[in-house]
């Protein structure tokens, strides 16, 4: 791991002429309408799913899965999925990248996310999370019981809980250590037994002739600039999804044991995709 990485020297973005500010307009006011009338569907779809079968969602992600494959397709990023998404219940961890791991993890699996309590307060994409079912959590010791009671009510009926256990974006380049508190979760005496966590690994290869980092958003990367950078290309760059062999949380002895085998086989697949590009 580059002990530099985060030290705000981030990659030159590319200008885009004036094809390219086209190109980034048009998918932007596509991936906006899109969005929105994915949103409109899924709420008007969970006026019915709710009552029908509260907690559960069997209809609703259908419709983010969808939303999600057809944004990389307007984008223009091919995806490929190697492994296969567990069926056990549980969680899933995975590397953190960019704004587009969002798009990228639904549109390969149907999970719903673990964000920071101030997301859900944010215009536009605090709506967005909240609609399809992201789970919230406070930095705050004090709630620490009521956010494992929440948890294990999510798991218990089947929700895949999707955190990145890095706690922050980074250039693509490597896998940052775990942080192990949410890990502590998975511990609880209702579903230890019960749960798997599949680690995934996201591996972005970057357009042809950009910088390898090109599709990082780390530090203080301003988001309209990286958004301009990412939608305007002609040709973009793929996206590799590894999903890693289910670990039963039963068979570790802690958070710690659990995080440090989800990061290391996060980081394996990591490397191994990238090789390729690095030699």
């Not at 009338?37 to 559960?56: D, I, N």
């Not at 789970?135 to 955190?163: D, S």
Request: charged share 20%; with cysteine.
């Amino acid at each position: 791991m580059s002990a530099t990485w985060d030290d705000g020297v981030h990659p030159d973005l590319p200008r885009p002429g004036l094809a390219g500010w086209i190109r980034a307009c048009f998918r932007a006011v596509v991936l906006i309408g899109m969005i929105v009338m994915g949103l409109l569907l899924l709420l008007a779809l969970r006026l019915v799913e709710r009552p029908l079968y509260g907690q559960h969602r069997p209809l609703t992600p259908h419709i983010t899965k969808a939303v999600c494959r057809t944004a990389l397709r307007v984008i223009g990023i091919d995806l490929t999925v190697s492994g296969a998404p567990m069926k056990h219940r549980g969680a899933v961890v995975a590397n953190h990248t960019s704004w587009l791991d969002i798009f990228v993890l639904n549109a390969s699996k149907r999970i719903y996310f673990v964000s920071k309590s101030e997301v859900a307060g944010w215009p536009g994409i605090g709506w967005l999370a909240r609609a399809t079912g992201t789970v919230f959590i406070e930095r705050n010791p004090a709630r620490a019981r009521a956010q494992t009671t929440l948890f294990t009510r999510r798991l218990l009926v089947g929700h895949k809980l999707l955190f990145f256990p890095e706690g922050t974006s980074t250039d693509g380049m490597q896998v940052l250590p775990f942080k192990t508190t949410l890990f502590q979760a998975f511990f609880a005496p209702e579903v230890r037994d019960a749960i798997y966590v599949q680690p995934v690994a996201v591996m972005y290869h970057a357009p042809p002739g950009a910088d390898a980092r090109f599709y990082g958003w780390w530090g203080s990367m301003a988001l309209a600039g990286h958004l301009l950078s990412t939608l305007s290309p002609a040709r973009q760059g793929r996206v590799e999804v590894a999903y890693g062999t289910p670990l039963r949380v039963a068979d570790f002895a802690g958070r710690k044991a659990l995080a440090a085998a989800c990061e290391r086989a996060v980081r394996a697949a990591h490397a191994a995709a990238l090789k390729p590009r690095a030699a």
